[in-house]
């Protein structure tokens, strides 16, 4: 009875932290210490609530230039700065406005479907991407207007 218990409760709370509807900044692990160096892990099921299809990364963004300017239609993705700065700009259908920084390793921004992002990088910085399914050009909503209808 008390092992039934704590496994239900343990399920709760497990759901509970895999339950992302919104944005939000994951902190992943780090294992390590200064002296050695460290190591973050995402492993699906404990950080990453979907299968992973793909892993991208961008660099040398110069620091004048915004990329983004889309949205999504069934994407959901973990942006991680491995180094440098990155901000995200994000906006749901509703136009309301969330914006994140993203300027240590082992945090990632967590972005459901249906979010447009525009994305400032500092010179030096690397976006590494985990994502939900394969590149498919036909799942990107790249007209304001249309995304905002
Ligand atoms: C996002 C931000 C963070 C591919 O061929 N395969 C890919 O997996 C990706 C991501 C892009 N591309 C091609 C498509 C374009 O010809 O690379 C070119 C640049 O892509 P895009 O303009 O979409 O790049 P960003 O940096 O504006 O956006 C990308 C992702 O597309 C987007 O989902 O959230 O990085």
Known sequence: MLISFLRLF???????KMNYKAPKIIEFKKIGEP???YISVAEVEEYV???IKRVYWTYFTPDHVQRGG??????????I???GNIKI????????????ELNKPDAGLYIPKGYWRDI???HNAVLVCI???VYDEDDYIRDYTEFIK
């Open 10 to 16: 343990l399920d709760l709370e497990y759901l509970n």
């Open 35 to 37: 002296s050695l160096g």
């Open 49 to 51: 609530p979907f299968d």
């Open 70 to 79: 889309h949205a999504h239609k069934q994407l959901e993705q973990i942006l």
């Open 81 to 83: 700065a491995v180094s």
């Open 89 to 100: 700009y994000l906006k749901d259908q509703e136009e309301n406005e969330a914006v994140f």
């Open 120 to 122: 400032s990088f500092s």
């Open 131 to 133: 994502a939900s399914k």
